[in-house]
C-alpha cells in the first residue's frame, strides 16, 4: 500500500509568478510549484512535496552507501572549536565558518564537514587492524556561510550532505575504498537520472591526492570544466595541464627596440604591430614575501588559483609599489626574465626551451626581441598557471577544448594520513606496533543533487521529475464534475492499494485548467485525468515529459502504471 496523497488536504500553494529575486531555474520552479520556501538568505524550509524529493534522494545515497558496506552514523553539527583548532581549520576556514559562544563562554562552530570528528570518533572506537578498514557516513545538515546564498537551495548557508570517511591501513586499501565510493556515486547519479561528468579536480585546502568531482552539466551551474568533444578527457579548469614540447628552431639575437609608453601588452602590441600572443608578460608575486617572476604569452591570463594550489602551502600574494623599492633590477612595465637574475622564474609551459618572445628589457621605455627560452634565460618551473581557454588543446587527444558549466553534487578525496597526523590515529599493527591510519573523504550535496535535478530536468511547463525520485508515481486529476472527482479517487485508491504511490487533485472549486497547470508545474511523471469520458470509466494517461496520451480504462491504467 503506497502513499494516495489528496491535495485537498496537502500543503501546497504554487504561484503563477517566478519569485522576485530568484535568477535560476530549479530557485523559480521550486518556489513556484510550492516545494520550497525561503527564510533567509540560503536557508530553506522543505514544504511537504520538497521534503518528499529531499527523502528519495537520501534514500537512493543509503541504499548505495549501505550496499559498499559504508555504516550509518549521525553526529552533531554543533562542535566545539578544538578539534578544528588542532586542524587549523578553524582559521582556515575564514569567513565560511559560523562561529558561536555557548553561556560559558566556550567556543563551538557548525559544522561545515567533519573530517576532524570523524577521525576522534574513530580513534576512540578502534583498536587494530584488523577492525579495519572501515567507512562511515551520514546524511546531515551543514553550515558554511556562503559569500552568496544565490540560486535556491542550489547554494545554501545550510544545507543536506551526505558524507562519508574511509579508514585504511595501507595506500592499496584507500584505494579500493576510493574505488568503491567512486562506483556507488556512479549507480546513485544513474538512478537518480542526473546527466553528470566525473572529473579530475584539485584538492585545495583539503590535502592529498587523489581527488575527482561529479559535476552536473547546467547553464545555472558556478562550475566552469572543460569538456573534450573527441575524447572521454573531461577536467575542472583548474586541473587542466598543457603538454611542454621544447622547439628547436633559429632565432636571431637579442634586440632591444624604443617602445615609449607602452606599459601594457595591449599598448606593446599595437606599437610593435604584433600580436599579443607573440609578447612575454611577466607578472611580478611574492611568494612566502619573496618576490617571484611568472611568464605567460601576452595573450593569456595568470590564474592565481591554480598558481596558489601549486605553490601550497606558501602563501602568493600580489606585489606592491612598496616591493619595488631598492631593487634597480625591476623595472616596472618592463621587466623580462633575460635580465632577473636575483629571481626565480616560473613560467607556463607554453613558454617552452626554444620559443622565442618580445618582453620587456629591464629598462625604462624598452622592450626587446628574439628573447628565447633556454638560450636567453632558463625557467625554474614550468607549472600549469594560465587561465585555460575555449579551444584549448586537449591533454590527452589535442582536440580543442569546450568550456562548459556544470554543478558540483559529489566531491571524493584521498585524504591520506593528513587528519591521523594530526589527531594521532594509530591502530596496532600485524607485527604489534602502532600504524597510521590512511583517509578518504567523500560528499554528496543530497539538497543541492534536488536543485540540479530540477535544472536538469524541468521544461517549459515545469519540473519534471525523473521517476526514482519524484514525490509520487502519478497525479490523478479530477476534472471537476463530481463523478469525475469519484472516478478519481477510485482509481486513486486502487493504485495506492497496488503500490503506486499517488498524487490526486481532488481540490473543489479550482478550474480544470488550474489543475492542468499546478500538474505540469509540480512535475510528476505520469498525470492521469478523470475527465470527458469519466461516465464510461475511461481516463486518460499523459506522459508528463513526452506529452503522448492514451485512453484506459481503470484496469488498464493500473496495468500500465504497475508494469
Ligand atoms: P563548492 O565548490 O560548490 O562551494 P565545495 O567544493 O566547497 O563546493 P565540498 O566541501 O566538496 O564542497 O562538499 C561536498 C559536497 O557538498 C559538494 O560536492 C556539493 O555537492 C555540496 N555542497 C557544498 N557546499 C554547498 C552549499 N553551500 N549548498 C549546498 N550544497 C553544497
Ligand atoms: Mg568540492
Known sequence: MAQVQRMSRLMVKTLRDDPADAETLNHKLLVRA???????????????????????????????????????????????????????????????????????????????????????????????????????????????????????????????????????????????????????????????????????????????????????????????????????????????????????????????????????????????????????????????????????????????????????????????????????????????????????????PRVAPGTAWITGANKADTHAKNVVAGRDFEVDDYLDVVVVEEGDPCPKCGTGLKLDRAIEIGHIFQLGRKYADTFGLDVLGQHGKPVRVTMGSYGIGVSRAVAALAEQSADDQGLCWPKEIAPADVHVVAAGKALQTELALDVSEKLGAAGVRVLVDDRAGVSPGVKFTDAELIGVPKILVAGRRSAEGVLELKDRRTGEREELTVEEAIARLTA
Not at 77 to 100: I, M, N, T, V
Not at 235 to 261: C, I, R, W, Y
Not at 286 to 300: H, L, T
Open 34 to 348: 510550492g516545494y520550497v520556501r525561503r527564510n533567509a538568505a540560503g536557508i530553506w524550509t522543505w514544504l511537504p512535496l520538497g521534503k518528499k524529493v529531499l527523502d528519495n534522494i537520501s534514500r537512493v545515497v543509503r541504499e548505495e552507501m549501505d550496499a559498499i558496506g559504508a555504516q550509518e552514523v549521525l553526529l552533531p553539527a554543533l562542535l566545539p572549536k578544538e578539534p578544528y583548532e588542532a586542524s587549523a581549520r578553524w582559521e582556515e576556514y575564514g569567513d565560511l565558518l559560523f562561529r558561536l559562544k555557548d553561556r560559558k563562554g566556550a567556543e563551538y562552530l557548525l559544522g561545515p564537514t567533519h573530517e576532524e570528528i570523524f577521525t576522534l570518533i574513530v580513534k576512540d572506537q578502534v583498536a587494530s587492524y584488523k577492525d579495519l578498514p572501515v567507512m562511515l557516513y551520514q546524511i546531515q545538515t551543514k553550515y558554511r556561510d556562503e559569500a552568496r546564498p544565490r540560486a535556491g537551495v542550489l547554494r545554501g548557508r545550510e544545507f543536506q550532505m551526505k558524507d562519508s570517511y574511509s579508514f585504511d591501513i595501507t595506500d592499496e586499501g584507500l584505494a579500493e575504498s576510493y574505488r568503491l565510493h567512486r562506483e556507488a556515486y556512479q549507480k546513485i547519479f544513474a538512478r537518480l537520472g542526473l546527466d553528470y561528468r566525473i572529473v579530475s579536480a584539485v584538492s585545495g585546502a583539503m590535502g592529498g591526492s587523489a581527488s575527482e568531482e561529479f559535476l552536473a552539466p547546467a547553464p545555472a551551474g558556478e562550475d566552469t570544466f572543460v569538456d573534450c568533444p573527441a575524447c572521454d578527457y573531461a577536467a575542472n579548469t583548474e586541473a587542466v595541464t598543457f603538454k611542454l614540447t621544447p622547439v628547436s628552431e633559429e632565432h636571431g639575437p637579442v634586440e632591444e627596440l624604443a617602445t615609449p609608453d607602452t606599459p601594457t601588452i595591449e599598448t606593446l602590441a599595437e606599437h610593435l604591430g604584433v600580436p599579443a600572443s607573440a609578447t612575454l608578460k611577466n607578472l611580478l608575486v611574492k611568494v612566502d614575501g619573496e618576490i617571484v617572476a611568472v611568464g605567460v604569452p601576452g595573450d593569456r591570463e595568470v590564474d592565481l588559483g591554480k598558481l596558489g594550489e601549486h605553490l601550497a602551502p606558501a602563501v602568493v600574494e600580489l606585489v606592491t609599489a612598496e616591493d619595488f623599492e631598492g631593487r634597480e633590477d625591476l623595472v616596472r612595465g618592463y621587466v623580462g626574465p633575460q635580465g632577473l637574475e636575483k629571481v626565480r622564474y616560473i613560467a607556463d
